[in-house]
């Protein structure tokens, strides 16, 4: 028997298992706790609790380290391309030459919409958020594939669910951006790459078709790689318990849109710009809104700063600082913001609210800047991290499905409410 760990409760002793991750990581197992002790364990918000074993993503909060099947973050940022990065995430290694090929040619099969679906857009309001429209869509996409819908998918089936969710998250974004702008739908083409397929649809006008723009594309792709997977954040964490219902592949990734959405999730990016815009109509006063977020009975935060995980600095941040800087120079613009953010974070790294905290810049503090460099209007920040983030969430539900011991998820509860009483009927209360 390996490492145990001793659990005193009511003076009985009881003993649980210790696992140890390939990293060295060590959790103990209290599976049996409750069924042995009475007891079970609290964890507000799950910040130390394991839901599963995963094979995906090492994440290192303590050292800044995040490698998506064994490689560093940084390698694939720097040299592999978005749609290998998700065959390795989805499938665990990097793709052949012929492998690589075949999962690009089955996004191009699956990259148009149903005619019906095109009807959709029409029926939102020019102010419908974007997210609300792609989670919407993404479930609606269940609709005209019940082929689709087993709820024990055979590996095949898995894998066209996964290139149907990763070619048309890319045209349903494109189109929610052209009907808030009043533009007609550009439809895919076939002989475009992933991500110049995705600006040549949401940028082409009628009268001039988008011309890539290389350090656009490129920008993009360590973009979308860096927010590719994460291991159990809110929104992964949505999908795995949704789909432990074996509740199908598009529902679930509807679910986990919706958890992203969430500005201390993947809405933060939105948020960031949002706020650099305040401090920069409020004349530049970062002070003042470092106090704002330091006062004790504020709920104010700084947005793109702090991690439920990391506590040093987070890896992707430093990578996206640099390609900010980088694109906006290569595309000439000058942004203010840009300046803002820097010496935002310049005076929070050296304010001692935030250094005993561990609050650095996070994923979503320079990403926006990037973005809006590029065209993309602010509202459609969160929707860009939602295609980044396909790849972890196919991988995650995948992962689960495959797993002969996973579970329904079903957290238990302290119960702290009324005690038992009798009803009262409406005149007497
Ligand atoms: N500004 C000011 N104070 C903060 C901030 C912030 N951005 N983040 C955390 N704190 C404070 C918080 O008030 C608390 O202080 P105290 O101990 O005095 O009560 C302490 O730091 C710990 O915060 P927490 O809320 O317990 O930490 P958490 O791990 O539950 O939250 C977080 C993590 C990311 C939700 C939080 O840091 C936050 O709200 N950040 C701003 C939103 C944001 O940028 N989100 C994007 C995260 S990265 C993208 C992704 O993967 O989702």
């Not at 609709?143 to 996964?162: C, D, G, M, R, T």
């Not at 992707?316 to 935002?344: F, S």
């Not at 995948?398 to 005149?427: A, F, T, W």
Request: contains cysteine; hydrophobic residues 40%; charged residues 25%.
């Amino acid at each position: 028997m390996g490492e145990t760990a001793k659990i005193i409760l009511d003076g009985k002793t009881y003993e649980f298992p210790v696992i140890v991750g390939t990293e060295n990581e060590k959790a103990i197992d209290i599976s049996k706790l409750r069924a042995q002790s009475g007891y079970i364990t609290l964890d507000n918000g799950f910040g130390n609790t394991g839901a599963c074993l995963s094979a995906i993503t090492f994440l290192d909060g303590e050292k800044g380290i995040l490698r998506y099947r064994g490689y560093p973050v940084e390698q694939i940022a720097e040299k592999s391309t978005f749609v290998e990065t998700a065959y390795l995430l989805i499938h665990g290694e990097l793709p052949t030459a012929k492998e690589s090929q075949a999962f690009s040619d089955s996004f191009t099969a699956h990259a148009e919409l149903h005619k019906d679906m095109l009807n959709f857009f029409q029926g939102y309001p020019s102010t419908a958020h974007p997210m609300g429209i792609l989670s919407a869509m993404l479930c609606s996409l269940s609709a005209y594939h019940p082929e689709l819908l087993n709820p024990e998918p055979s590996p095949q089936e898995i894998k066209i669910l996964a290139a149907q969710l990763l070619s048309k998250v890319r045209t349903i974004s494109a189109y929610t951006y052209r009907k808030m702008n009043g533009l007609p739908f550009v439809p895919p083409r076939k002989d475009l790459k992933y991500i110049p397929n995705f600006l040549y649809m949401m940028f082409s006008t009628p009268k001039k078709e988008y011309k890539i723009d290389q350090t656009v594309v490129d920008a993009l792709r360590a973009l979308l790689i860096l927010h590719a997977d994460h291991e159990q954040n809110c929104s992964t964490s949505t999908v795995r318990v949704v789909g432990s219902s074996w509740a199908n592949l598009f529902a679930s990734i509807s679910a986990g849109v919706c958890a992203l959405w969430g500005p201390l999730h993947g809405g933060a990016n939105q948020e960031v710009v949002e706020m650099l815009e305040q401090i920069k109509a409020d004349g530049g006063n970062i002070q003042k809104y470092i106090d704002k977020a330091k006062a004790p009975d504020s709920n104010y935060r700084l947005m793109g700063f702090g991690h439920r995980v990391y506590k040093n600095f987070d890896p992707r941040a430093k990578i996206i600082k640099q390609k900010a800087d980088e694109v906006l120079k290569k595309l000439g613009v000058h942004d203010p913001l840009l300046d803002i953010a820097m010496k935002l974070e310049e005076a929070v790294l050296k304010d001692e609210y935030f250094v005993k905290r561990k609050l650095y810049p996070n994923v979503d503090f320079y990403s926006g800047i990037i973005y809006k460099a590029m065209g993309i209007p602010v509202d459609m920040f969160t929707v860009m991290f939602a295609i980044g983030r396909m790849p972890g969430w196919i991988a995650h539900w995948k992962e689960m499905r495959e797993n002969p011991d996973s579970k329904i998820c079903r957290p238990r509860q302290v119960y702290n409410g009324k005690l038992q009483r009798d009803y009262v009927p409406i005149g007497k209360r």
